[in-house]
Structures are given as structure tokens and as C-alpha cells.
């Protein structure tokens, strides 16, 4: 007997990206993403601008998703949405489509953990792609996020370590604006890296405990630097903004990298993934396959467009959740900050 289809909606509005995607089975029909230039002139996101532009954006992106899947609405068996972390004006928009939506069409919800789509990503059909075995590990680096998770299973999840103050987006993003490079600024500086010199510039490297992170002091060892040498030279930041990129990107990476070792080395495992925006990055992508190859990992880098907030990482949750009866009901509410728990105990399953 052919194993039965299931066709997933997925809504994801935790900043300032609107984004909907038909997913069946594990097979993407469509994932559409409406993004938000009203920020960048304001040097970060504007939680009051984006739930307005989530509330003009959700209904058109919905209807072209449905519409580029080639489905019916009667053929959609879940809605899946992010219940957060993440803006909760932003939030509210996605959840309350999603609650009316499936009262509407009479179909189960779910709510979804943004983080735990990121992880979920990696189990995204993508030709001959393998997907991760477990257990494995995921470095999850966002702008908001930056997480060494033990993944048991698609649903049972958990943090080992993670930042102790600014992510390693935020890290990107707030050295970004002092070299000049508007919001998100992450992006420019790994474009400019690509043309400088990592070891032009050493910057102050944290020892924390565990497997946690923390980039506050590397900013303020870059601002301290910056201040310095502006000071000298009011041309600096000019005249080595390529350098400066390549060596701030390099301390970042070698941060990341660090804990990643230890934890797959004490734990004895070796399926490393990475997912969220920051693994976007060209130097983690390309650092993530040189340790595989050292250490005898097997890696896993999820796509471009995978890896950035989209709403196919929240309708391939919602697929795993919809199989485990995990739906919510009509009084489900979103949540700007939401505790990473395992949803289910896999040793017990
Ligand atoms: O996961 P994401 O799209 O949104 C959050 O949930 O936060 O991550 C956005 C973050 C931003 O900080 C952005 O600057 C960073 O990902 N980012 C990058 C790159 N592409 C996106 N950082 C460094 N290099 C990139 N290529
Ligand atoms: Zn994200």
C-alpha cells in the first residue's frame, strides 16, 4: 500500500520576513518569502514597521504559495506556524492567519518553535542530498540564536551550549555598523572578507565554560580597536575595510568552530550540521568541510535558502509534529520567547 500524502502549509513571520511554503511529504512545492527593505535606512529591524508590513504581505504570499504548489486549499492537511521566539507584533500577524485559516478550512494546527526549524531544515528533500543520522549536532546561528544542539530525533532536541550574550548574527551585524556596512550587515562583511586578509587584525577571544559562546567582548574589542586607529588615521576603516572583514569574520568562525570541536570530540559524535542565517556564511560553510574532512565528520550545509528565515523549515516541523499528533488548539497564542525543550523523549519511543 502507497504510504499516504501529506500536504503541510507552513506560515513563518518571526522578524521581518513574511514567508509561506506548501510542503508534501518532505518535498517543497513552493516557498515564497516577502522581505522587508523598510529597515534598512534605521539600522535594524523596527518591530512597529514589520507587523505592518507582515499584515500587507501574509495574504498575497499565502495565496501565491498556494497558488505556485499547484493545490487546492482542500488539499492542505495541516497549517504549521511560528509560535516564536522571535518580534511578537511580528508573531501575532502569522499566528492569528494561521488560527483563522485552519478554523476556516476545519484542519488541525500546529505551532511550531522557530528554532526547531532551523534543525528541521536539514530534512528537506533536496536531490540526493543525505540528510543527518542521529544523533547529531547542529550549530544553529542566527541573528537572534547561537546554539550547540544534541538532535536525538526530529523532536527531541537539545541546547548544550550557547551564547551568553550577543548572537553570532548580532556579532556580524553590530561590526558591520561600525565599519560603515548598513543593516544586516552580516552579508557585506562576508562579501568584503573575500578579498582580505584574516590575519591582518587578532581580536580579543572568550573562554567560556562548556560548550557556551560569547561575542560581547569581541565587539567591544573591535569598537575599542576601531576607536584607536580612527584616531591615528581618520582614513582607516576605509583603507583596510576588506582586511578588517576577513579578520573580524576569522575570529567569529574560529569562536564557533572551537566549541563545536570539543563538543563533538566528548560527546563521540561525528554528524555535524550547521542552520540558520549565519550559516549563510561562505567561511563557516567552507571551515564546517575542512574540519569534516580532518575529523572524519560527515557534514551537513543546508542550502542557501534554507538556511535564512523561510517558512518550508516550519512546514517540515509541522509535518514531523502533524505525525506525532502534536496540534494545537484555537486558544494557542504566539510567544516572543518560547524555552528549547525536546518535545518527546526518543529513548522512551
Ligand atoms: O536566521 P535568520 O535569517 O534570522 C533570525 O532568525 O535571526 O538570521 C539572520 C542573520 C543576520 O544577523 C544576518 O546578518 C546573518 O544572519 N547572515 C549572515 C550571512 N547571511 C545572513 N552573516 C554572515 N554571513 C552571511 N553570509
Ligand atoms: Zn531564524
Request: hydrophobic letters at 40%; a neutral charge; one cysteine or more.
Amino acid at each position: 500500500m502507497s504510504q499516504k500524502e501529506t500536504i503541510i502549509l507552513g506560515i513563518e513571520s518571526s522578524c521581518d520576513d513574511t514567508s509561506a511554503s506548501i510542503l508534501k511529504n518532505n518535498a517543497i512545492l513552493s516557498n515564497l518569502i516577502a522581505g522587508q527593505k523598510v529597515h534598512e535606512s534605521y539600522g535594524g529591524v523596527v518591530p512597529e514597521l514589520a507587523s505592518r508590513a507582515h499584515l500587507q504581505n501574509i495574504v498575497p504570499v499565502v495565496d501565491d504559495a498556494i497558488k505556485k504548489a499547484g493545490i487546492a486549499l482542500e488539499d492542505i492537511d495541516a497549517i504549521a506556524f511560528t509560535k516564536g521566539p522571535g518580534l511578537l507584533g511580528s508573531l501575532v500577524v502569522g499566528t492569528s492567519f494561521a488560527k483563522s485559516m485552519a478554523l476556516a478550512l476545519d484542519i488541525p494546527l500546529i505551532d511550531v518553535n522557530h528554532m526547531y526549524g532551523h534543525v528541521l531544515a536539514h530534512f528537506i528533500d533536496d536531490e540526493g542530498k543525505a540528510k543527518p543520522s542521529f544523533p547529531f549536532l547542529c550549530l544553529t546561528i542566527s541573528g537572534g540564536h547561537t546554539q550547540i544542539i544534541l538532535v536525538r530525533s526530529h523532536l527531541d532536541m537539545e541546547v548544550i551550549g550557547s551564547t551568553i550574550d550577543d548572537a553570532a548574527g548580532e556579532a556580524f551585524d553590530k561590526t558591520a555598523k561600525l565599519l560603515g556596512f548598513p543593516y544586516p550587515g552580516g552579508p557585506l562583511i562576508d562579501k568584503h572578507a573575500k578579498n582580505g586578509n584574516p590575519d591582518s587584525f587578532e581580536f580579543a577571544k572568550p573562554n567560556m565554560d562548556g560548550y557556551n559562546f560569547s561575542f560581547s567582548g569581541l565587539k567591544t574589542s573591535i569598537l575599542y580597536f576601531l576607536q584607536k586607529q580612527t584616531k591615528l588615521n581618520p582614513n582607516f576603516i576605509e583603507e583596510n575595510r576588506d582586511d578588517l572583514c576577513a579578520s573580524v569574520q576569522r575570529s567569529i568562525t574560529n569562536v564557533l568552530f572551537k566549541k563545536v570541536i570539543q563538543a563533538a570530540k566528548e560527546l563521540g559524535i561525528s554528524e555535524i550540521a550547521i542552520a540558520g542565517g549565519v550559516s549563510a556564511n561562505s567561511e563557516i560553510r567552507s571551515r564546517l568541510k575542512e574540519e569534516g574532512k580532518k575529523r572524519n565528520w560527515n557534514v551537513y550545509i543546508p542550502k542557501f535558502e534554507y538556511c535564512t528565515d523561510n517558512a518550508a523549515m516550519i512546514a517540515i516541523t509541522g509535518l514531523y509534529m502533524h505525525k506525532a499528533g502534536m496540534h494545537s488548539n484555537q486558544s494557542v497564542s504566539a510567544q516572543a520567547r518560547i524555552p528549547f525543550v525536546p518535545l518527546i523523549n526518543s529513548s522512551k519511543s
